[in-house]
């Protein structure tokens, strides 16, 4: 499956020669411009750690985004959702196993909530209009799901997805699921830190790249350039 998505990046250099100005100004207009959530829990008062984990497409991306938000202590790519216990990514790909490529977000409150969280993952991480599948991706491995670890998350998340459903912030209706966590498993070593190592591999540079710019762009309070 790996030299599926390598023949995929392979076809996307031929398609960057052609339209490399338009595709790229088609990535900043996707990237949604969303209301703060009404519904989020307050900063803490002292550090400490938390952790959801989000699935939104392929994982390079979704990391790649969370790795520059303030307060993201560790965004660690892996799958989750599924039944089998330890997957591989050939397994996972296949879509038998019922897993989403997914991030595992360890987060410090007093630093960012997890509201914040959610606006990024629905603005510019992903687009939670895409029913399995984004960007060039398709299947149930690809699609949109929060896997929340307490109450307080379920509570949030549904509160803000309530929310933007109401205002019609998007097009389309929004499909992502809200799923307690059942199992989170890290994703072989080569995928970890994926666009950070492989910056001119074409498939980052278009599909991923650009959502890091969009958070830099949109939330320059939370963005950090390294960590």
């Not at 080569?190 to 666009?195: E, G, M």
């Amino acid at each position: 499956m790996m030299q599926i998505r390598f023949q995929r990046a392979s076809l996307l250099a031929v398609a960057a020669v052609l339209c490399a100005v338009g595709a790229a100004y088609l990535h900043s207009a996707t990237a949604a411009n969303l209301p703060d959530p009404k519904v989020d829990e307050s900063p803490s008062a002292a550090k400490g750690s938390e952790t959801v984990v989000f699935a939104g497409g392929c994982f390079w991306g979704i990391q790649a985004v969370f790795e520059h938000v303030k307060g993201v202590a560790k965004a660690t790519a892996g799958y989750s959702g599924g039944t089998a216990k330890n997957p591989d990514y050939e397994e996972v790909s296949s879509g038998a196993t019922g897993h989403a490529e997914s991030v595992e977000v360890v987060y410090d409150p007093s630093r960012v909530t997890f509201g914040q969280l959610l606006k990024i993952f629905f603005s510019v991480a992903h687009d939670p209009t895409q029913l399995n599948r984004q960007g060039p991706d398709f299947g149930t491995q690809y699609r949109s799901a929060i896997f929340y670890e307490s109450p307080d998350q379920q509570r949030i998340a549904k509160a803000y997805l309530e929310q933007l459903t109401q205002a019609k912030a998007f097009s389309h209706p929004i499909v992502t699921q809200i799923v307690a966590y059942r199992a989170f498993y890290r994703a072989e070593d080569y995928h970890q830190d994926y666009a950070l190592h492989n910056p001119d591999n074409p498939y980052i540079m278009f599909n991923d790249a650009p959502k890091v710019a969009n958070l830099k762009k949109q939330f320059p309070d939370l963005y950090v350039s390294n960590r």
